[in-house]
């Protein structure tokens, strides 16, 4: 590069402007309990590993040629699994490619996107791409959700984390259908957690044309290291998003892999079961310990903790954040909303991980 040479200010403005999204720390080394980024604490089916060895056979000669570039049998699997047709699925690089289409085709300039606060932050950084306005829907500390604000707040799309991310709380299908009355433009139910609620959205389809559900893999099929995504909508909204998707969006692994993993439901209904058997006895233990937790509906717990004298705030919350790290134990803190700054985001691992964050959490209550 010659001395001097600035690429970014070749960069379109609003993209010199943007600050990227950023995700969970990825720790590098061993003995990491790893309870930051809500992946799965097991490993995908066998049934995955076999398939994937699959189009490895021949010396891997498959990975030559293109995947199927509409991820068709995905999409019928997909679709047979949901009780939908084939044609009211669209098959993503992870749920996060999904995201950035639907932003891509509906919104801009001149068309604004809507989201409920705190949420998933990513929203926020696709707009920018778009140069979209940000319409935010504010939740207070009883994050009960506002339907009429919903539709009144003049977006043309709207997105709607369901369960709520980060703070784990469920929606019940009565609510998101409020909203989904109420909301006139595209509504955007990101139901990446909802194999671990008690309900989803999906039926809603049938009686709301305006409604896009955007599912992931990466969570209860254990498979964020693929990174398959998928959304279900009408024929027509999907082909609109074909329209914007790249071709051959899903690669051949990822197409089998997740194929495979739709397969073997016993599989992921116990890691599932196991997942809630664990959730279950975590919010038990933060009941005894006296701290306000959120009835979760997802594979994490969004916790207030309280030190030894009962207190509870920012300062406390980063003060258990930092100790836990010191004992290469990750959470997820949000210091910058008001609403989530004195909690901490947990992922629930295994048995043996939250033994280790639970024991770590008693050291810090020792001298806090």
Known sequence: MSKGYNPLSRANPHIRRLHAYVPGQQPSGGDWVKLNTNENPY??????????????????????????????????????????KPDQVLAGNGADDVLNLLMRAFAGPERAAGMTVPSYSLYEVLAEVQQAKMIEVA?????KLDPKAIGDCGANIFFLTSPNAPTGVGFTRKEVEAAASAFEGILVIDETYAPFAGEDAVALLAR????????????????????????????????????????YNLD????????????DGAYYRQVTADILTVRSQM??????KGWFCYASATNFHFVEPRNSAGQSGPQVAESLYNALCARRVLVRYFPKHPLTQSFLRVTLGTEKEMQRYRDAVDSWLKIN
């Open 43 to 84: 490993p995908p089916s066998p049934k995955v590993l076999e398939a994937i060895r699959g189009e490895l056979d021949g010396e891997g000669t498959r990975l030559r040629l293109y995947p199927n570039p509409l991820s068709i049998p995905l999409r019928q699997a997909l679709a047979a699994h949901h009780g939908l």
């Open 139 to 143: 939740f207070d500390r009883s994050m």
């Open 208 to 247: 709301h044309p305006n409604v896009v559900i955007v599912r992931s893999f990466s969570k209860a099929f254990s498979l964020a290291g693929l990174r398959v995504g998928y959304a279900l909508a009408s024929a027509e909204i999907i082909e609109v998003l074909d329209r914007v998707r790249e071709s």
């Open 252 to 263: 051949r692994l990822a197409q089998a892999g997740a194929l495979a993993a739709l397969g």
């Open 283 to 288: 919010a038990e233990w933060y009941a005894f």
